[in-house]
């Protein structure tokens, strides 16, 4: 039976019925005809890459239509042409078996390959393979989602297995790689090799807790070199896990977007085929917009930032009138109202801008649109405490009695405080540590509540939301669907897996970029910051498999060669904290003198230790990565002998072996005659063999050192 | 006839006779048993690898051995191994073809291939398939060199060309490739892409000189945009060179040192055969111990410099008394005397250290040793001018009048000047441009005159001396020897060029490199240094071939992927460049007040002129990179398109294009039927086919949207 070729005895095949895709399809709204017509496309188009259909009321306004491959021969044929193209553009080292059912056997399908090679045929363009299905787009505008169903069954082991161990194996992790995909499975591992560095970090933390003083420059220098080692670890693992994983380079290897746009069709200079082409040079002048973009962007949100905190210290720390109490909720108001609105439109112009750079395939675009996001996350997360460190603590005895401008409007109440508020302005030295524990405590712990718990209740009141307006409306409850007794239990799980939101995985990497930032940039104001995130991460690590399983819908398992753009955003933060520690080392260290009035600092003391603290950085950082270079990878080891054993064999087969040894037997035959002809030159003739070499030149010796000797 | 099948009629066949190497055996001064035993021992050598010999008295006690391959079959088998060696190492790309003979046709063998594969048998150790002949040492004591013979038609040809050209094509610089190996051809590459760059450089330095002020921040930016855009080109371009010329990552298929120390054997990961083994972790704990070296060596040689400055300016600019006009020498007497005692002491630590770092193969023992070197170079070369631009210039006025502490010893003499010099002691500012004037045109000058008179001269001078001591001990005067009449000319030749020295390609590169940092830290101070080498180096590109083709042994045809660790070098003096000329601006730009004496210059000053220049060329570093790894390259779109099409012939050759279109048949059969079973499953029974299926969403679509609008 072709089935059982197919290795893994598919537990999705009993539980979820054999269907590899749902499609939702959303009519509600919209007219009858529009509708019908939409829909009859669509499972014409599915039909037409040898995709089944099966369709069910999908209740609340819309249909579901269950997807799976006619026929396991032609899945075996799209799987072969799959990995043949991977080792075509060099993904992978050696040659899939020659013959399509042994490489199958060899290398047994995984449900993610499946998954996506069926994804593929949906979604890809008519031009590459598939029929184009683009979700609430252009002419799919009615089809909500595709999604695969969940295997609750392994889900289930799954969350048993990782909620009863300290430590996630490796092996665990890579399980993963075969249900959900590399781009999930690097997500986790990566969750999972920082967890293990900061078990490392948290020591060190701890020790410089309890046995150092407060901003501690060894402290500082161990945590630095923790982030280099780390950076330079993961750069390498990264590499070895996609050899290991044989996905290295796949990201170049991604199909077209729709929307790119070209400019004019060439043959692909590789390849031969003619392929549509926008010139390298022209999207690198469009990318140049993204330097002025970045510094508006950051500058306008910095200077909100500073605004309110101007206004924060002004109320908190000076103003002494009527309406304290209240008047302190202002700068949190105003960040909660102007944050969104600003970063919601600078989202946009980022959007369009990358949209702009007309990007050919799907992981550049994510790329680019992500470098310009991370710009807002890098303000929004750090700023505030810049501007308490740098800006407040150092100057701030300075600057704030100068915020009486403000005063002004409230002269008329404080005007007997006034005079004693003012004088008596003394720097709060501890707010900055205190800011640091709220972000790296009380905000992780607020983000992990949210982010479990608030899917949950949104999916609640959505739902009832929907019933309430699908009622209005006149469609169908999904409880009153009328389905057939046996499919009722299934259908519902469906229904309600359609309603789950998607997984992102780029939002979760963001999470923990933005977590190792504080820890390089702030750690030295408070050292225990890495115990709280290895705490954080291990619940972390935990719930955001329970996210997948139970609060998201099943993610469609892409492939991706690395964590992608955050690896240089771990980069940077890296270096970012080598100029922030020296910084705070230096302004802070002394912490006999009360900050702000110390006048031993000077400008130049803190330019001098920026540029010390830089220059080591680049120094540890080069002897890091060429120590590190220098180990063996396991994965790369394991691709050099893959590619020298597939060309030994290769040689094997097809050369003669014989010819050499023909050579030799030729050569030992012609030894007394030497009757290889130089041109025409004398010099040859006088010395046939080595025998006669040796005696002309020991009567060359002879002669002259016997005239010597005479 | 196999010699026709070895493609150009080698014109070495008619000029050299078809010699491939002479070995220059030289028993003068050796007691007559041991020189005819190792003699002997050197011809049986040869012979057992398949070399005919020939010999001649080489004159001044030594023997010319004539070394060629016994057999054309011989020499196309081992020309093949090594291609498929390099095949199966991932240095090519593509396989050769099967058969031997037909590979060669396809890709005729090259004078320079067929150099390096004589070589390889002479010199490699006889594990490795030489028999290990390593001139100079342990059992080989007795020969003094191993060299092909020049080619003098070519040479000739060659020289002329040069010489009547305005610009080398890289045509021509690719032909010497072909004859002297990508090593020298590198260089030759290097050399001709770094002049045209000089002619932007020269071009900005021109009309930086005339139109804009002394120590210009414009010129300073340009030049620094420069060195970035050089930087990052060359490194794009000695890629696309290795691709294209077919050695990338050739450096990593260097054989086995004869001196390495293996610690153990293990199996190799890759290939399987055992191999000496030396644990990476410990090379790196010895390399280790470069930094200290490095920081002593230059502490040193730095301290040297300053002592011998301190004396100069005391002298030159404080010092009044009598013996003036003699002193003056001092610091140069100093120079000359005790750098090259401490260079050479350090050299040999340098030496003794690589060694210890005990690596695996000559390229990267070579690096090692190179590296360490530049630290002297760097100290040597810039030392000087950092003194008077950093220390000298705006410390000056502070320091001098302490130098008293030397005046002392004049003191007697000067009572009366004493009183009135010190006091009147000014800067002068004029010294540093003065300085640099020197470097960058006096000292390539003679530097160019040196290169090419003094191995003139010197071998001039050592013929006569030799040539008085053979005489003295009763050896063959060179004129003396009876050669045969039809030999004389050729042996006569012979004889020369086995006098002359062996060429090193690295100090001409070492001399660009340290050339090219004048230009990035310096450049400023005198914009016009860029014309100065752009002339020196017009001339240098011609002298330099001269100089391999006339004062120089032809050299042995090395392969290499790049120019080295010079890159590196590069790269670094590009970086310090930023800094350098950030720090020469911020003092020297304000032309007006007389340096010294100002007193808006404070060192946060010079801070953050060095933070912000050295961000901005991280900066543009980045932006230049970005922008240059988005074009194109040739070489590796040809290395891409050679990999693609390999594949899909294997793939051609190998797999059933038939299979597909049997599945494809197969379905078309089975469509009505839609026989694939899955699971029991009861979901995939109701709707056979997508009629069926479109039928029933239309209906679940209608049943809908009609109760809505009951």
Redesign the interface.
């Known amino acids: 039976m072709?089935?059982s070729n197919l290795s893994p005895p598919r537990a999705a095949?009993?539980n979820n019925?054999?269907?590899d895709y749902v499609i939702s399809?959303r009519?509600?709204g919209t007219a009858?005809e529009k509708?019908?017509a939409q829909?009859?496309k669509l499972?014409?188009a599915?039909?037409s890459v040898?995709l089944?259909?099966?369709?069910?009321?999908g209740a609340n306004?819309s249909?579901l239509?269950?997807v799976?491959v006619?026929?396991?021969?032609?899945l075996?044929?799209e799987v072969y042409?799959s990995r043949?193209k991977d080792?075509?553009?060099?993904v992978r080292p050696a040659?899939p078996d020659?013959?399509?059912q042994r490489s199958l056997d060899k290398e047994p399908l995984t449900e993610a390959e499946r998954l996506r090679i069926v994804h593929k045929l949906i979604t890809l363009p008519v031009g590459e393979g598939g029929v184009g299905i683009t979700p609430k787009q252009g002419p799919w505008a009615l089809v909500e989602s595709i999604f695969p169903l969940h295997d609750h069954d392994f889900n289930k082991v799954w969350l048993k297995d990782w909620s009863t161990t300290w430590m996630v194996s490796i092996e665990e992790l890579e399980k993963l790689k075969d249900r959900f995909g590399e781009r999930i499975a690097f997500y986790f591992v990566f969750l999972q090799s920082y967890l293990s560095f900061l078990v490392i970090a948290a020591t060190i933390g701890v020790g410089s807790y309890f046995f150092l003083s407060q901003y501690s420059l060894v402290f500082a220098i161990f945590n630095c070199l923790w982030s280099v080692i780390f950076v330079e670890y993961w750069k390498r693992r990264e590499v070895d896990l996609a050899v290991r994983w044989g996905v290295r380079s796949v990201s170049q290897l991604q199909n077209k977007r729709a929307q790119f746009v070209h400019d004019k069709k060439v043959e692909d200079?590789?390849?031969g085929e003619v392929v549509k082409f926008f010139p390298?040079?022209k999207?690198?002048c469009r990318q140049l917009l993204q330097i002025p973009f970045a510094l508006g962007a950051s500058g306008m949100l910095s200077a909100l930032y500073a605004t309110v905190f101007v206004i924060e210290i002004f109320i908190s720390e000076v103003y002494n009138g009527p309406f304290k109490s209240v008047l302190v909720f202002i700068p949190t108001a105003l960040l909660t109202l102007f944050v969104p609105i600003l970063t919601s439109i600078l989202t946009k112009i980022a959007a369009g801008l990358t949209e702009f750079e007309n990007y050919e395939n799907e992981s550049s675009q994510e790329v680019a649109m992500t470098q310009k996001i991370f710009v807002f996350d890098f303000i929004c997360s750090y700023v505030p405490l810049f501007l308490t460190a740098f800006i407040y603590v150092p100057f701030g005895s300075l600057i704030v009695p100068h915020l009486d401008v403000f005063s002004l409007t409230v002269q008329p109440f404080t005007e007997d405080e006034k005079q004693t508020a003012a004088p008596a302005f003394q720097v709060n030295t501890d707010r900055l540590r205190k800011q640091v524990i709220y972000f790296t405590v009380t905000a992780q712990v607020v983000n992990l509540a949210l982010e479990t718990i608030v899917p949950y209740v949104k999916r609640r009141v959505f739902r009832k939301a929907k019933e309430f307006q699908n009622n209005r409306?006149?469609?169908?409850d999904a409880g009153k669907v009328s389905d057939e007794e046996?499919?009722h239990a299934?259908l519902r799980r469906v229904r309600n897996e359609a309603e789950l939101d998607e997984y992102d995985v780029t939002a979760d990497l963001r999470e923990m970029c933005m977590q190792f930032g504080y820890l390089t940039l702030f750690s030295p104001v408070w050292p225990l910051a890495s115990v709280s995130f290895l705490i954080n991460n291990w619940i972390e690590l935990r719930s955001d498999a329970a996210k997948i399983c139970v609060e998201m819908k099943r993610p469609v398992p892409h492939r991706a060669d690395s964590i992608g753009p955050w690896l240089d955003n771990l980069a940077f933060l890296s270096w970012m904290g080598s100029i922030s520690s020296a910084v705070l080392i230096y302004l802070f260290s002394d912490s006999t003198a009360a900050a702000g009035t110390r006048e031993d600092l000077?400008?130049?003391g803190v330019?001098?230790a920026?540029?010390f603290s830089e220059h080591i950085y680049f120094a540890t950082r080069l002897v890091v990565r060429?120590?590190l270079s220098?180990?063996?990878s396991p994965g790369l080891?394991k691709e050099?002998?893959e590619?020298?054993l597939a060309?030994?064999r290769?040689?094997q087969e097809?050369?003669?072996a014989d010819?050499?040894t023909e050579?030799h037997e030729?050569?030992k035959i012609?030894y007394g005659a030497?009757a290889?002809?130089?041109?025409s030159?004398?010099?040859?003739g006088?010395?046939r063999g080595?025998r006669e070499?040796?005696i002309?030149?020991?009567e060359?010796?002879?002669s002259?050192?016997s005239?010597?000797?005479?």
């Open positions: 072709a089935e095949v009993v019925q054999g269907v399809f009519f509600g009858k509708a019908e829909f009859e499972i014409v599915l039909d040898g089944r259909t099966e369709v069910r009321d306004g249909v239509v269950f799976t006619r026929s396991e021969r032609k075996i044929g042409r043949v080792w075509l553009f060099g040659a020659k013959e399509t200079p590789v390849t390298a040079w999207r690198l409306k006149g469609f169908e046996d499919e299934f000077t400008l130049w330019l001098t920026i540029i060429t120590a220098k180990l063996d080891l050099r002998r590619r020298f060309r030994r290769f040689l097809s050369l003669g010819e050499e050579i030729q050569e012609g030497q290889v002809p130089i041109g030159s004398a010099l040859w006088k010395q080595p070499t040796i002309a030149g020991k060359i010796i002879e002259n050192l005239k010597k000797t005479q």
